[in-house]
């Protein structure tokens, strides 16, 4: 069983930049940040493969956001940059159940936090 915890959201003005946390209890493979705005599906964001490092980005995102991960602190982590109000949503970690390489399917990932709110005001 895999628990996820994320930290790091709140209020910013367009430009500005968070950084999001997920601290994970126990063993995960590859990880994923997805977002679901208001009135919206949940959406992939960006992915990380389990220890290759290969990452995949939504194109929305590519240049502004960089997802990492530190595995010996079993942290996952989102560095969002120049941010933009359409970026508004509920930030959800997950990690794959099985899958050790990124994929940006939902169903793919077993285990979601309990997700955390990026508000951009423009």
């Known amino acids: 069983q895999v628990q996820l915890v994320e930290s790091g959201g709140g209020l910013v003005q367009a430009g500005e930049s968070l950084r999001l946390s997920c601290a994970a209890s126990g063993r995960t493979n590859a990880m994923a940040w997805f977002r679901q705005g208001p009135g919206k599906e949940r959406e992939f964001v960006a992915g990380?493969?389990?220890?290759?490092?290969?990452?995949k980005y939504t194109d929305s995102v590519k240049g502004r956001f960089t997802i990492s991960r530190d595995n010996a602190k079993n942290t996952l982590y989102l560095q969002m940059n120049s941010l933009k109000a359409e970026d508004t949503a509920v930030y959800y970690c997950?990690?794959?159940?099985?899958?050790?390489?990124?994929?940006?399917?939902?169903?793919?990932?077993?285990?979601w936090g309990q997700g955390t709110q990026v508000t951009v005001s423009s």
């Open positions: 997950a990690s794959a159940g099985l899958f050790t390489l990124v994929t940006v399917v939902p169903s793919a990932y077993t285990y």
């Open positions: 990380i493969s389990k220890s290759n490092g290969d990452t």
